[in-house]
């Protein structure tokens, strides 16, 4: 169906400023919410990669729904999700966020709507730049305009070695209700069964960010010395809904040049595709 008013006049504009301060605690907690093994984040000593995405939150969605109608808002799911790393967060951060999105493409199964950020230190210095591609169901904004999020797409002359590591990792019963408040993301398609299937859904689905934070450390463990200072760039492409109790299955292959590239399947079925990790030099401790 033609999804109503989306407004591309909103591309270009930022968000105001939003503040977070990042503490030990958190960090422990977003690292304990995703599974995360790697004991550095787990005692909250330095934050995953993926937990890049809470001092943004707040602006991602209001940046997105200035192009999309509000209305709109029970069809949003998680489309794309590139980080692009200066420097890892800690402990005692504060952070300043903002958000803009800068690219629109509506298609008759649904709406692409990208958003940039970027997320700066106290001193002014770049922390970290995201794209996210919302992505809203079935509902086609007739238009195309602005750019869109940078390309990782997997190498399929990959496929001709093997996989270097596969790491296998369920998603528990009650992810959804541990990661919504360590991420900050309450929306009721993670929470309420109910409100998920009148959305279109199977039932409660798993956060799209929460399945890349397992990626995320699947990749620094199996190939990344569990050193989240070596991540420059982690990107993914969501291609299905996680559901609560699935087992995630993901296979890594070596690239050029410090990257891999990456497939999350659960049960033969691709649910996260054109997973790309590049690591390198360590970053500013």
């Known amino acids: 169906?033609?999804?109503?008013?989306?407004?591309?006049?909103?591309?270009?504009?930022?968000?105001?400023?939003?503040?977070?301060?990042?503490?030990?605690?958190?960090?422990?907690?977003?690292?304990?919410?995703?599974?995360?093994?790697?004991?550095?984040?787990?005692d909250?000593?330095?934050?995953?990669?993926?937990?890049?995405?809470?001092?943004?939150?707040?602006?991602?969605?209001?940046?997105?729904?200035?192009?999309?109608?509000?209305?709109?808002?029970?069809?949003?799911?998680?489309?794309?999700q590139d980080f692009r790393f200066h420097r890892p967060i800690r402990p005692g951060d504060?952070?300043?966020?903002?958000?803009?999105p800068v690219g629109v493409v509506g298609r008759p199964n649904g709406t692409a709507v990208v958003?940039?950020?970027?997320?700066?230190?106290?001193?002014?210095?770049?922390?970290?730049?995201?794209?996210?591609?919302?992505f809203f169901r079935k509902a086609d904004a007739g238009i195309q305009a602005g750019t869109q999020a940078p390309?990782?797409?997997?190498?399929?002359?990959?496929?001709?070695s093997e996989p270097v590591a596969e790491v296998v990792a369920r998603v528990d019963e009650d992810q959804t209700f541990r990661y919504s408040p360590a991420s900050g993301d309450p929306m009721p398609i993670h929470l309420d069964d109910e409100l998920a299937r009148m959305s279109g859904l199977p039932g409660i689905i798993a956060h799209?960010?929460?399945?890349?934070?397992?990626?995320?450390?699947?990749?620094?463990?199996?190939?990344?010395?569990?050193?989240?200072?070596?991540?420059?760039?982690?990107?993914?492409?969501?291609?299905?809904?996680?559901?609560?109790?699935?087992?995630?299955?993901?296979?890594?292959?070596?690239?050029?040049?410090g990257t891999y590239a990456y497939e999350t399947t659960v049960d033969g079925d691709l649910v996260v595709k054109d997973g790309l990790a590049e690591l390198a030099a360590p970053l500013t401790q």
């Open 1 to 42: 169906m033609t999804a109503p008013a989306f407004d591309e006049s909103g591309l270009g504009q930022w968000s105001e400023p939003d503040t977070f301060e990042v503490t030990a605690e958190r960090i422990a907690q977003y690292a304990g919410a995703t599974n995360d093994p790697i004991e550095r984040h787990r």
């Open 44 to 80: 909250g000593e330095i934050a995953p990669p993926v937990f890049a995405i809470v001092p943004v939150f707040n602006s991602l969605v209001p940046a997105a729904l200035s192009v999309a109608p509000v209305e709109l808002l029970p069809r949003l799911v998680h489309g794309e």
């Open 94 to 100: 504060e952070l300043t966020s903002r958000a803009r």
């Open 115 to 134: 958003v940039h950020t970027e997320t700066k230190d106290a001193g002014g210095a770049l922390v970290n730049e995201q794209w996210m591609t919302a």
């Open 151 to 160: 390309g990782h797409a997997f190498d399929e002359t990959l496929r001709s």
């Open 208 to 257: 799209g960010l929460c399945t890349m934070a397992f990626t995320s450390w699947a990749v620094l463990t199996k190939v990344g010395e569990s050193r989240v200072e070596d991540l420059r760039r982690l990107a993914v492409r969501f291609a299905k809904p996680v559901l609560p109790g699935q087992e995630l299955t993901t296979r890594i292959w070596s690239g050029a040049g």
